[in-house]
C-alpha cells in the first residue's frame, strides 16, 4: 500500500512563499501520475498540478505562472513550490499518486494565506 505525507503547509502572508513536499513510502520512478490537488472550505477538491514520470507538468490556470511541481524520484517525494500566494490559495492541499486503477491520497496539509 502506497502511502504519502504532506508536509510545509502554514501561515503565509499575500505575496509570500511556500514549499510543499511529499513523501511517498515507496518509489516513485514508475508512477506516472503524480500531483497535488487542494480544497478550500465549503468548496471541493480541485486539481492543482500534475507531473509525470517523463517530467510534463500540467497546471490549473489559476495558479500558472506562480506554483512550479517537480519530483525527485531517489528521495521519492513530490514538490510543489508556491510563490506569490494570494488570499485565495487558502486550502488544504493534498497529494495524489495514481498507480494502476488506484487511487493513493495523502492526508493534506493546510496552507493559510494572510492580508
Known amino acids: 500500500q502506497l502511502q504519502l505525507v504532506e508536509s510545509g503547509g502554514g501561515l503565509v502572508q499575500a505575496g509570500g512563499s511556500l514549499r510543499l513536499s511529499c513523501a511517498a513510502s515507496?518509489?516513485?520512478?514508475?508512477?506516472?501520475?503524480l500531483g497535488w490537488y487542494r480544497q478550500a472550505p465549503g468548496k471541493q477538491r480541485d486539481l492543482v498540478a500534475t507531473?509525470?514520470?517523463?517530467?510534463?507538468?500540467t497546471y490549473a490556470d489559476s495558479v500558472k505562472g506562480r506554483f512550479t511541481i517537480s519530483r525527485d524520484n531517489f528521495k521519492n517525494t513530490v514538490y510543489l513550490q508556491m510563490n506569490n500566494l494570494k488570499l485565495e490559495d487558502t486550502a488544504v492541499y493534498y497529494c495524489?499518486?495514481?498507480?494502476?486503477?488506484?487511487?493513493?491520497w495523502g492526508k493534506g496539509t493546510l496552507v493559510t494565506v494572510s492580508s
Open positions: 507531473v509525470t514520470d517523463d517530467g510534463i507538468t
Open positions: 495524489y499518486a495514481g498507480v494502476g486503477h488506484m487511487e493513493h
Open positions: 515507496r518509489t516513485i520512478f514508475s508512477i506516472n501520475a
